[in-house]
């Protein structure tokens, strides 16, 4: 009788290593720590499409209820108040890329001691999590110039590095800069015109106004936003001699160190009820006029 065998090489045993490769992008990737599947993740995770045909996700978010409501000798039926939900669809595809090695019982991996298939998973892991970074802050900075360094290379933003849905300007509504300034190539004084706490308490105040409110997580009961910086941000904040600055980063690092939440791990500490991240790939800023970024 015959026996059917699956190899090591058999494409069907690839799969699993897929798998497998994909948990440990989403560990090793900057915003893990903000992907959830509930509602209260900054990042939510929709798996509808592993168990059903689909190239597209549709979610949903509900307004905030603000009907007048009713008191004594009112009656409630009737007076009930509709759902509202805003809706978003994001468009899905398939990114794939691969290491060429050869196969174990090669001359190639005789000559050298690293195993070359777990070299090529390990460098794969690194270029998924990379990627799906960049991905991520392309779309949250808004960043539409044609153009942006990746690992000192400049490269031309296709669809593959944007994740397939067109990137959305912010309004004008949702950007701070310093000093009054109106323009992100206006932004040539450093003296002026770098990073600081100020800039940190106007945007909480713009979340918290915004309508509809920009929303933050809970966690243990408080609650936070969460703000990556750029490492030229975190320099200028660390080298800031006003009173005050650093230290009351650095001193409540040890009350959110003992918070049981992955938000706060890695984090440079929390100011004014924002966490603060680091990111090397926080987009720059895009000139006013033209496509292209600004240094």
């Not at 959110?256 to 938000?263: E, G, L, V």
Request: charged share 20%.
């Amino acid at each position: 009788m015959a026996t059917t065998h699956i190899g090591t090489h058999d494409p069907q045993s690839v799969k699993l290593w897929s798998q497998k490769l994909s948990n440990e992008v989403l560990k090793a990737t900057k915003i893990a720590p903000l992907i959830g599947k509930s509602s209260n993740s900054i990042i939510q995770l929709y798996n509808e499409t592993h168990k059903s045909a689909g190239d597209s996700v549709t979610f949903s978010l509900l307004v905030n209820l603000f009907g007048d409501g009713v008191t004594q000798g009112e009656t409630l039926e009737g007076n009930e108040e509709a759902l509202q939900f805003m809706n978003d669809r994001l468009v899905i595809n398939e990114l794939l890329h691969a290491a060429r090695v050869a196969n174990n019982d090669s001359i190639d991996q005789q000559r050298i001691l690293p195993n070359l298939r777990k070299k090529a998973k390990e460098g794969l892991v690194r270029w998924y999590a990379n990627r799906l970074s960049i991905m991520f802050f392309l779309q949250v900075c808004g960043y539409t110039a044609r153009t942006i360094s990746i690992d000192g290379r400049e490269v031309y933003i296709k669809p593959v590095y944007y994740g397939f849905n067109e990137i959305m300007a912010p309004s004008s509504e949702r950007i701070i800069r310093p000093d009054g300034k109106t323009k992100d190539e206006d932004l040539t004084d450093k003296a002026k015109h770098s990073f600081s706490l100020k800039l940190i308490d106007e945007a909480v105040k713009q979340a918290k106004l915004a309508n509809p409110q920009i929303s933050p997580v809970h966690v243990n009961g408080d609650d936070v936003y969460v703000l990556y910086l750029h490492p030229t941000q975190v320099m200028q904040l660390r080298t800031n001699t006003e009173t005050g600055e650093w230290l009351d980063i650095q001193k409540s690092v040890y009350a959110t160190s003992r918070a049981k939440n992955p938000i706060f791990d890695g984090s440079l500490g929390m100011y004014n009820g924002v966490v603060l991240r680091e990111a090397i790939h926080v987009t720059h800023g895009v000139k006013f006029t033209l496509c292209i970024k600004t240094q």
